[in-house]
Protein backbone atom coordinates (compact mmCIF):
# COMPACT_ATOMS: atom_id res chain seq x y z
CA UNK A 1 0.00 0.00 0.00
CA UNK A 2 0.91 3.70 -0.10
CA UNK A 3 2.54 3.56 3.29
CA UNK A 4 4.92 0.92 2.84
CA UNK A 5 7.75 3.01 1.92
CA UNK A 6 7.24 4.47 5.19
CA UNK A 7 7.27 1.44 7.32
CA UNK A 8 11.22 2.23 7.90
CA UNK A 9 10.25 5.05 9.66
CA UNK A 10 7.32 4.10 11.58
CA UNK A 11 9.07 0.97 13.16
CA UNK A 12 12.67 3.49 14.38
CA UNK A 13 9.70 6.02 15.98
CA UNK A 14 8.34 2.88 17.74
CA UNK A 15 11.89 2.09 18.81
CA UNK A 16 12.15 5.43 21.02
CA UNK A 17 8.86 5.26 22.32
CA UNK A 18 8.47 4.55 26.28
CA UNK A 19 6.25 4.36 29.45
CA UNK A 20 5.90 6.90 31.94
CA UNK A 21 5.41 4.92 34.79
CA UNK A 22 4.10 6.40 38.00
CA UNK A 23 3.16 5.17 41.16
CA UNK A 24 0.40 5.16 43.47
CA UNK A 25 -2.67 3.87 41.70
CA UNK A 26 -1.91 4.09 38.23
CA UNK A 27 -0.13 1.47 36.11
CA UNK A 28 1.04 4.01 33.97
CA UNK A 29 -0.15 7.56 32.97
CA UNK A 30 -0.57 8.79 29.21
CA UNK A 31 -0.95 11.77 27.47
CA UNK A 32 -4.12 10.68 25.67
CA UNK A 33 -5.93 6.83 25.77
CA UNK A 34 -7.71 5.97 22.75
CA UNK A 35 -10.43 3.41 23.07
CA UNK A 36 -11.01 1.25 20.04
CA UNK A 37 -8.28 0.67 17.33
CA UNK A 38 -11.06 1.00 14.42
CA UNK A 39 -10.71 3.75 11.59
CA UNK A 40 -12.31 6.47 14.31
CA UNK A 41 -9.90 5.73 16.71
CA UNK A 42 -6.65 5.21 14.24
CA UNK A 43 -7.53 8.93 12.71
CA UNK A 44 -7.85 10.51 15.66
CA UNK A 45 -4.10 8.69 16.68
CA UNK A 46 -2.95 9.91 13.21
CA UNK A 47 -4.08 13.86 14.28
CA UNK A 48 -2.96 14.15 17.83
CA UNK A 49 1.08 13.87 17.20
CA UNK A 50 0.47 17.02 15.82
CA UNK A 51 -0.69 18.78 18.69
CA UNK A 52 2.05 17.37 20.32
CA UNK A 53 0.20 14.51 22.26
CA UNK A 54 0.84 10.73 22.31
CA UNK A 55 -1.55 8.62 21.84
CA UNK A 56 -1.87 4.99 23.09
CA UNK A 57 -4.81 3.27 21.65
CA UNK A 58 -6.20 0.29 22.98
CA UNK A 59 -7.73 -2.20 20.87
CA UNK A 60 -9.70 -5.22 22.67
CA UNK A 61 -9.00 -7.54 19.21
CA UNK A 62 -5.92 -8.91 17.90
CA UNK A 63 -5.51 -5.91 15.28
CA UNK A 64 -6.04 -2.64 14.69
CA UNK A 65 -8.69 -2.74 12.18
CA UNK A 66 -12.03 -2.27 13.86
CA UNK A 67 -15.25 -4.46 13.38
CA UNK A 68 -14.23 -4.76 9.91
CA UNK A 69 -12.44 -8.75 10.06
CA UNK A 70 -15.65 -9.57 11.90
CA UNK A 71 -18.28 -7.78 9.70
CA UNK A 72 -20.51 -10.53 7.30
CA UNK A 73 -18.43 -11.79 4.32
CA UNK A 74 -19.44 -9.75 1.36
CA UNK A 75 -19.71 -5.81 2.11
CA UNK A 76 -18.20 -3.85 0.54
CA UNK A 77 -18.07 0.56 1.03
CA UNK A 78 -20.46 2.50 -0.42
CA UNK A 79 -18.34 5.29 -1.35
CA UNK A 80 -15.19 4.61 -4.09
CA UNK A 81 -11.99 4.07 -2.40
CA UNK A 82 -10.81 7.77 -3.81
CA UNK A 83 -13.53 8.89 -1.06
CA UNK A 84 -12.56 6.70 1.70
CA UNK A 85 -9.20 7.01 2.74
CA UNK A 86 -7.97 8.08 6.36
CA UNK A 87 -5.93 11.23 6.42
CA UNK A 88 -2.31 11.44 5.18
CA UNK A 89 -2.30 7.42 3.34
CA UNK A 90 -4.66 7.32 0.50
CA UNK A 91 -6.76 4.41 -0.10
CA UNK A 92 -5.00 1.61 -2.41
CA UNK A 93 -5.60 0.71 -5.88
CA UNK A 94 -7.97 2.11 -8.49
CA UNK A 95 -9.84 5.36 -7.12
CA UNK A 96 -12.99 4.58 -8.34
CA UNK A 97 -13.85 0.89 -6.91
CA UNK A 98 -15.64 -0.32 -4.32
CA UNK A 99 -13.29 -2.11 -1.91
CA UNK A 100 -14.34 -5.39 -0.14
CA UNK A 101 -14.43 -6.10 3.63
CA UNK A 102 -10.65 -7.38 3.23
CA UNK A 103 -9.49 -4.81 1.50
CA UNK A 104 -10.72 -2.29 4.16
CA UNK A 105 -9.13 -4.41 7.00
CA UNK A 106 -5.74 -4.73 5.56
CA UNK A 107 -5.85 -1.11 4.57
CA UNK A 108 -6.52 -0.45 8.22
CA UNK A 109 -3.98 -2.61 9.36
CA UNK A 110 -1.03 -1.11 7.52
CA UNK A 111 -2.58 2.23 8.41
CA UNK A 112 -1.89 1.25 12.03
CA UNK A 113 1.78 0.29 11.59
CA UNK A 114 2.32 3.72 9.95
CA UNK A 115 1.10 5.98 12.80
CA UNK A 116 3.34 7.64 15.21
CA UNK A 117 1.13 5.88 18.42
CA UNK A 118 1.55 3.28 20.85
CA UNK A 119 -1.44 1.37 19.70
CA UNK A 120 -1.66 -1.77 22.04
CA UNK A 121 -4.02 -4.71 20.93
CA UNK A 122 -5.51 -7.22 22.74
CA UNK A 123 -6.35 -4.65 25.60
CA UNK A 124 -9.99 -4.36 26.60
CA UNK A 125 -11.67 -1.52 28.79
CA UNK A 126 -13.50 -2.66 31.59
CA UNK A 127 -14.54 1.06 32.93
CA UNK A 128 -13.62 4.66 32.72
CA UNK A 129 -13.92 6.92 35.79
CA UNK A 130 -12.59 10.15 36.32
CA UNK A 131 -10.42 10.28 39.33
CA UNK A 132 -8.15 13.30 40.84
CA UNK A 133 -5.38 13.39 37.49
CA UNK A 134 -7.98 13.23 34.93
CA UNK A 135 -9.37 9.78 34.23
CA UNK A 136 -8.92 6.35 35.15
CA UNK A 137 -9.08 3.79 32.44
CA UNK A 138 -9.59 0.05 33.74
CA UNK A 139 -8.41 -2.91 31.41
CA UNK A 140 -9.57 -6.75 32.05
CA UNK A 141 -6.25 -7.35 33.23
CA UNK A 142 -6.88 -4.90 36.38
CA UNK A 143 -3.98 -2.50 35.35
CA UNK A 144 -4.84 0.95 35.18
CA UNK A 145 -4.47 4.17 32.94
CA UNK A 146 -4.21 7.69 34.13
CA UNK A 147 -4.87 10.48 31.19
CA UNK A 148 -6.29 13.38 31.24
CA UNK A 149 -8.41 12.87 28.26
CA UNK A 150 -9.80 10.24 26.47
CA UNK A 151 -11.23 9.49 23.35
CA UNK A 152 -13.96 6.73 23.09
CA UNK A 153 -13.71 5.42 19.72
CA UNK A 154 -15.12 1.82 20.25
CA UNK A 155 -18.46 1.80 18.63
CA UNK A 156 -21.25 -0.47 19.19
CA UNK A 157 -20.30 -3.99 17.20
CA UNK A 158 -18.75 -5.51 20.11
CA UNK A 159 -21.64 -5.50 22.68
CA UNK A 160 -24.95 -5.56 20.58
CA UNK A 161 -27.97 -4.59 21.44
CA UNK A 162 -29.98 -8.27 22.57
CA UNK A 163 -33.53 -7.09 23.38
CA UNK A 164 -36.08 -9.19 25.25
CA UNK A 165 -37.93 -10.21 23.09
CA UNK A 166 -41.86 -12.08 24.10
CA UNK A 167 -41.58 -15.59 23.84
CA UNK A 168 -38.28 -15.84 23.51
CA UNK A 169 -37.49 -18.26 26.41
CA UNK A 170 -39.90 -21.23 24.59
CA UNK A 171 -39.01 -20.61 21.12
CA UNK A 172 -36.77 -23.76 19.63
CA UNK A 173 -35.58 -21.94 16.77
CA UNK A 174 -32.59 -19.97 16.15
CA UNK A 175 -32.44 -16.54 16.34
CA UNK A 176 -29.39 -15.02 14.85
CA UNK A 177 -28.15 -11.44 15.84
CA UNK A 178 -27.11 -9.56 12.76
CA UNK A 179 -23.44 -9.36 14.17
CA UNK A 180 -23.31 -12.78 14.05
CA UNK A 181 -24.59 -13.02 10.39
CA UNK A 182 -21.78 -14.19 7.83
CA UNK A 183 -23.46 -15.44 4.78
CA UNK A 184 -26.86 -16.15 3.47
CA UNK A 185 -26.45 -19.93 3.16
CA UNK A 186 -27.32 -19.97 7.24
CA UNK A 187 -30.48 -18.76 6.85
CA UNK A 188 -31.96 -20.71 4.26
CA UNK A 189 -34.18 -23.87 4.78
CA UNK A 190 -35.10 -27.06 2.59
CA UNK A 191 -37.33 -26.67 -0.11
CA UNK A 192 -39.86 -28.45 0.19
CA UNK A 193 -43.22 -29.67 -1.33
CA UNK A 194 -46.22 -31.49 0.47
CA UNK A 195 -49.14 -31.23 3.13
CA UNK A 196 -47.79 -29.56 5.93
CA UNK A 197 -48.00 -26.13 7.46
CA UNK A 198 -46.08 -24.31 5.50
CA UNK A 199 -47.50 -25.48 2.28
CA UNK A 200 -51.08 -25.12 3.57
CA UNK A 201 -50.49 -21.37 4.86
CA UNK A 202 -49.19 -21.08 1.22
CA UNK A 203 -52.19 -21.86 0.09
CA UNK A 204 -54.06 -20.38 1.79
CA UNK A 205 -52.84 -16.99 0.68
CA UNK A 206 -52.89 -18.25 -2.74
CA UNK A 207 -56.56 -18.71 -2.04
CA UNK A 208 -57.36 -15.51 -0.43
CA UNK A 209 -55.80 -13.59 -3.25
CA UNK A 210 -57.79 -14.55 -5.39
CA UNK A 211 -60.86 -13.87 -3.15
CA UNK A 212 -60.19 -9.73 -2.55
CA UNK A 213 -62.46 -7.84 -3.31
CA UNK A 214 -61.45 -6.65 -7.48
CA UNK A 215 -59.27 -9.28 -7.79
CA UNK A 216 -59.58 -10.42 -11.29
CA UNK A 217 -57.09 -13.49 -12.48
CA UNK A 218 -56.92 -14.15 -16.14
CA UNK A 219 -57.81 -16.78 -17.29
CA UNK A 220 -54.90 -19.55 -18.73
CA UNK A 221 -54.35 -20.26 -22.53
CA UNK A 222 -57.72 -22.66 -23.24
CA UNK A 223 -59.32 -22.39 -20.07
CA UNK A 224 -62.95 -21.75 -20.20
CA UNK A 225 -64.50 -19.88 -17.34
CA UNK A 226 -68.24 -19.92 -16.20
CA UNK A 227 -70.10 -17.29 -17.71
CA UNK A 228 -71.23 -16.05 -14.07
CA UNK A 229 -67.74 -15.48 -13.59
CA UNK A 230 -66.81 -13.78 -16.56
CA UNK A 231 -66.27 -9.67 -16.52
CA UNK A 232 -67.57 -7.46 -19.43
Known amino acids: ?21 LGGSFTEYVDVAVIGGG ?20 EASDTAAGSWPRYYDSPTLFSPARYSSLPGIPFPGD ?17 AACLDADIRTGHRITGVRRGDAGFEVE ?15 SGT ?7 ALAGLDGFTGTVPHAADYRRPEALR ?29 HPRAGEVRPAEDRRT
Do not use: N, W
Not at 1 to 21: E, L, N, P, V
Open 139 to 153: LADDSTLGAPAVVAA
Open 157 to 163: FGRPHRP
Open 189 to 217: RPAGRGGGSGELRSADCRRARQDRPGHAR
Open 95 to 111: PGHRPHRDEVAAYLTGY
Open 1 to 21: MACAAQHGTCIDRRQHRHSSK
Open 39 to 58: QSGLATAHALPSEGLRPVVL
